[in-house]
């Protein structure tokens, strides 16, 4: 399986043993909204939060170097849905530089994915 697959899985599941492995120690990730820089500890905490839940996944291209994903993201804070797209930098086969861009969706996309 791939490193963004099990990523993904690995995420979702909050399986932070595994995400231990994925996740490069000097892992920096840049999201889409406020600015921040998190870090290894940031992402692990989300992990399997239910803060975010994603939907309708898709890797887009992956080698050994790179990797680019898409998925529509809900919110449990109640915000808009995005449509997400995700930029990975890889190190020694784990996940060093992620970066997030993002499309908030309609009102009535919300209503028919939810």
């Given at each position: 399986?791939?490193?963004?697959?099990?990523?993904?899985?690995a995420f979702q599941s909050g399986d932070t043993d595994l995400l231990n492995e994925l996740?490069?120690?000097?892992?920096?990730f840049y999201p889409h909204v406020g600015g921040a820089v998190m870090t290894k500890s940031d992402i692990?905490?989300?992990a399997g939060s239910g803060a975010v839940r994603t939907e309708s996944h898709r890797i887009l291209y992956e080698n050994d170097e790179v990797g680019v994903d898409h998925?529509?993201?809900?919110?449990?804070?109640?915000?808009?849905s995005e449509a997400v797209l995700v930029?990975?930098?890889?190190?020694?086969?784990?996940?060093i530089h992620v970066e997030t861009g993002a499309t908030p969706l309609s009102d009535d996309y919300m209503l028919v994915g939810q």
């Open positions: 399986m791939s490193i963004l697959a099990n990523y993904e899985t996740i490069h120690d000097d892992c920096k692990m905490g989300f998925s529509i993201a809900h919110f449990a804070n109640g915000s808009t930029f990975y930098r890889f190190k020694d086969g784990q996940i």
